[in-house]
């Protein structure tokens, strides 16, 4: 049973391991978002938009992110957790 479970989770990318231990306050960007809902960028944005994935914050004049407990708690919400 241990040898499933590390050959299930070897695969997963960084970002899941991080988001759990990444401070509330903290945020994500595109890339992450997008893997972590498995869409596109452009999905992405249509679902901003219309309001069934958080808004981005702007941090900067070119950087846009993520915080990471509206994303958490959205994620959890859709899993049904």
Known sequence: MHQ???ELTKNIPPVFADINLMSESGFIRLP???FLYAV?????????????IPAPVKL???CTAWNVGLIKA???AKAGI
């Open 74 to 76: 959205d994620l959890i």
């Open 32 to 34: 992450q978002i997008k």
């Open 60 to 62: 900067s004049e070119r």
């Open 4 to 6: 499933l479970k590390s």
């Open 40 to 52: 596109s960028s452009a999905t992405i944005w249509r679902c901003v938009k219309n309001g069934t």
